[in-house]
């Protein structure tokens, strides 16, 4: 079924009637006129209307009629301000998705009305385009209604409820406020995607389309976002490739990471830069995406770029550490020795006064302390001088 947000024109607010659980619509906050709107150009965020199935030559038929989000005004490609705008072609060219991918969106997602786009309407070669630089995917697949809010995390934590742990923007508006709760459920969308959809509300942020009910706890009052669609954002393909080498007269082989936005991208760097790499893996998804460990202890001394050594549990927990430090765009490399780090030498250590700095010179040399004691240890041997 074809999906649309229907027209925002209220919202409600935390000082409203205690009559009902519902908190009901209310006029939107004071100071923006219509006219004043006219004249000051928000677009951000645009949903499909319709598309367009006029008979005519391209570039003045096709595509489809986009609305911004919450707003009755639109300003098109030619500066104009209409209730709907056309755009014949939809860029989707800088957020890094496969070709394929591109147009499952473009003639399925948005075109369906189930998506959302962040961007501008401008002129491309006379075409009137949509230039997207975000692109949102609704997770229920049924019919948004309500106001559109980009909702995150607000970073309070409270002992008691109502807390107002989320903020959430007006898409659109300059408005924005705290509330005391997120109710993804409501929209009935698959419990994985609502448990996606709570991961990525507690990072950074997802868009709600909904309505607010009153909630009550301990402290009171507050307020609850109850979605009826909710989105999260469409991010391109990618890929981590990793391999180890095992360079000649190295203690440890050396690891590598990289992310890519497409597998054969990846091979062709494995196939490129290390002809003789050791377990080439293309793995899809981000280099930072968890990855199971088994739960045994058989420490490693690691090394992570520049970073000092550090012991890890076991080598899948440093090549994991590994992974998280390539992140979901860049690269990393690292070596680990067996066994745990150990400490730091301190040959400046004014209380030690050393004839050789490893276990192995110290095989090879004789001495002998005429005050202190001797000792030795995996930075060396020499003598303990007496405390003054």
């Given amino acids: 079924m074809s999906k649309r947000i229907l027209p925002f024109f209220a919202f409600a607010l935390f000082a409203c009637s205690a009559a009902t659980e519902d908190v009901g619509p209310l006029p939107e906050p004071d100071g923006e006129s219509l006219a004043e709107e006219l004249h000051k150009d928000v677009s951000t965020y645009y949903v499909v209307t319709r598309q367009d199935f006029r008979k005519c030559m391209h570039p003045m038929c096709g595509g489809y009629f986009v609305k911004r989000v919450n707003r009755l005004f639109t300003r098109c490609a030619d500066g104009a301000w209409r209730s709907e705008c056309h755009a014949v072609d939809v860029d989707l060219s800088g957020l890094g998705l496969s ?19 962040r961007g501008e309407l401008e002129l491309v070669n006379g075409a009137h385009t949509l230039v997207a630089s975000e692109a949102w995917v609704g997770q229920s697949h049924s019919e948004a209604y309500g106001g559109v809010w980009k909702v995150k995390s607000s970073g309070i934590v409270c002992i008691t409820s109502p ?13 924005s406020r705290n509330i005391h709760g997120v109710d993804l459920d409501a929209s009935g969308a698959d419990p994985k995607a609502v448990m996606a959809g709570h991961q990525e509300l507690a990072e950074d942020g997802i868009l709600v389309a909904g309505w607010h009910w009153k909630t009550w706890g301990m402290a009171g009052s507050g307020i609850e ?15 981590c490739a990793t391999t180890y080498v095992n360079a000649p007269n190295a203690i440890s082989p050396t690891f590598y990471a990289k992310n ?14 290390f002809p003789h790499g ?9 280099c930072n995406q968890p990855r199971a460990c088994i739960q045994v202890y058989k420490p490693v001394c690691g090394v992570i770029k520049d970073s000092p050594e550090k012991t890890y549990s076991n080598s899948c927990a440093f090549e ?20 745990e780090c150990k400490p730091a030498c301190n040959y400046q250590d004014p209380s030690r006064k050393y004839v050789a700095t490893s276990p192995q010179q110290c095989q090879l040399v004789k001495f002998f302390c005429e ?13 303990l001088l007496p405390s003054q």
């Fill in 163 to 175: 807390c107002p742990s989320y903020n959430e923007a007006l898409l659109n508006h300059g408005y």
């Fill in 371 to 383: 005050s202190g004691t001797a000792f030795f240890d995996e930075c060396g041997c020499g003598c």
């Fill in 320 to 339: 994991s550490g590994l992974r998280a430090d390539a992140g979901s765009e860049g690269e990393s490399k690292g070596f680990y020795n067996p066994g």
């Fill in 260 to 273: 890519f936005s497409s597998e054969k991208d990846a091979w062709a760097w494995l196939g490129q830069s």
């Fill in 99 to 117: 070709e394929q991918a591109a147009s499952d969106f473009t003639s399925g997602t948005f075109g369906a009305g189930q998506g959302l786009i």
């Fill in 225 to 239: 976002l109850r979605a009826s669609e909710f989105y999260t954002r469409l991010t391109g393909a990618s890929y």
């Fill in 278 to 286: 050791d377990d080439r893996q293309v793995i899809e998804g981000p």
